[in-house]
């Protein structure tokens, strides 16, 4: 069956960095369109980034764009998210997810991030 399994997240202050990783089992990994979406509390989820299957083509949400960075190695079947420049209102649960902007069909678990002094 499909697993998807994040981690890396962890606290963090504000300008600091964190790579989160989603190790995916149970498909073929380099077929599908891979996205992270995260939650904050009391909100509702928010997808961040996509990738294309040949990591030729990234999408980011407006508010990430220039900090997060998005990758993938189809060799060892993990997804990643670099964070820099990290900001109080990027805490949330960050979910590995399979497919493109708001039409996934697999998630993981989460790690939660904490950005805070």
């Known amino acids: 069956q499909v697993q998807l399994v994040e981690s890396g997240g962890g606290l963090v202050q504000p300008g600091g960095s964190l790579r989160l990783s989603c190790a995916a089992s149970?498909?073929?990994?380099?077929?599908?369109?891979m996205s992270w979406v995260r939650q904050a509390p009391g909100k509702g989820l928010e997808w961040v980034s996509a990738?294309?299957?040949?990591?030729?083509?990234?999408y980011y949400v407006d508010s990430v764009k220039g900090r997060f960075t998005i990758s993938r190695d189809n060799a060892k079947n993990t997804l990643y998210l670099q964070m820099n420049n990290l900001k109080p209102e990027d805490s949330a649960l960050y979910y590995c997810?399979?497919?493109?902007?708001?039409?996934?069909?697999?998630w993981g678990q989460g790690t939660q991030v904490t950005v805070s002094s």
């Open positions: 990738i294309g299957t040949g990591s030729g083509t990234t």
């Open positions: 997810a399979r497919g493109r902007r708001n039409d996934y069909d697999n």
């Open positions: 149970g498909f073929t990994f380099s077929n599908y369109y």
